[in-house]
């Protein structure tokens, strides 16, 4: 039980700062600088414009009756850390428009949105890696995906497009495009803070020459292999099916061993979210071959 609750409290920390760097972007850069944003945090930049209503305040508002919706829908766990994440970054937001603090970009807006994307990036992309979230649209477009069967990044898509259409009435053409600038850098930061710095690619390959493609690739390129059973819808014959986890400049190694030993083999690549377990090269370490 302790263990648990260490974790937990390990976890929420871990939100608590990453709310804290999207914070510190969010005040420092986009704040500071005119730029845009989709989302809640687009809407709070809004009315921050137009009313100088305090951001953190207006993301509170906003998001309460957002958890309220997404209270049925989302689990126990991720509720909590939402609800942490939402007033965490609230705090930050509050906290670091109060403290003074200067940097020196010499006002180049280019500068701006590069940081604000990394910041806030960053940020977010260590809340979701240790499950938590921000709320936000993200729990209406669950929602919409729930009730109408529409997909969350299309929703999402919507979402963000008007709110930044909204932003129009507050910054000019010229800081909407540092502003998309900056949103492309925030994804790719999303990207790599989630995924651990690293992207891993899956092979499924059918081939009536599999224990020799498998020994090729583990004494050649070092990654295991595991033999999966599959059936042949059409033909209805057994075939065995090779999966293997591999680094994204293996590929065309895999792709080279496959038109020498069976340039008729079926390959599929798919993108790996994450990898747990050993992940380390495995040369010379193929075991019991049956021909």
């Known amino acids: 039980m302790k263990r648990f609750a260490r974790v937990h409290f390990l976890y929420l920390l871990a939100i608590a700062i990453g709310t804290g760097i999207y914070a510190f972007g969010f005040v420092a850069f986009n704040m500071a600088n005119h730029l845009a944003q989709g989302g809640v945090a687009g809407l709070s930049l809004i009315s921050y414009a137009l009313w100088h209503i ?29 609800i942490w994440g939402i007033v965490s970054l609230a705090v930050w937001i509050w906290i670091f428009q109060r403290v003074s603090f200067t940097i020196n970009i010499g006002n180049d807006t280019l500068i701006a949105a590069l940081l604000a994307g990394v910041f806030s990036g960053s940020g977010i992309g260590l809340v979701f ?7 936000g649209t ?3 477009a669950k929602l919409f995906q729930i009730k109408k069967g529409i997909p969350v990044g299309r929703m999402l898509f919507i979402f ?38 690293y992207t891993v690619r899956g092979m499924l390959i059918i081939t009536n020459h599999h224990v020799e493609v498998a020994k090729t690739i583990i004494e050649e390129i ?46 599929s690549v798919i993108n790996v979210h994450e990898v747990v377990g050993d992940f380390s090269p495995k040369r010379g370490r193929f075991k019991d071959l049956k021909k």
Do not use: W
């Open 138 to 140: 993200d729990i209406l």
């Open 54 to 82: 305090d951001p953190s305040y207006v993301q509170l508002l906003i998001n309460i009756p957002l958890l309220m919706i997404g209270y049925r829908f989302l689990g126990r766990r991720t509720f909590i850390y939402t």
């Open 160 to 197: 963000d497009s008007c709110i930044l259409a909204l932003s129009l009435s507050y910054v000019d053409l010229k800081h909407m495009m540092y502003t998309l600038i900056a949103s492309f850098i925030s994804m790719q930061m999303i990207n790599l803070i989630q995924n651990g710095g």
């Open 222 to 267: 070092g990654r295991s292999a595991t033999y999966l059973h599959g059936e042949g819808a059409y033909s209805g014959t057994e075939k065995e099916v090779l999966y293997v986890v591999l680094n994204p400049s293996e590929i065309q190694e895999v792709k080279q061993i496959l038109s020498v030993i069976d340039p008729n083999a079926f390959a």
């Open 129 to 135: 890696r240790f499950g938590g979230t921000t709320g």
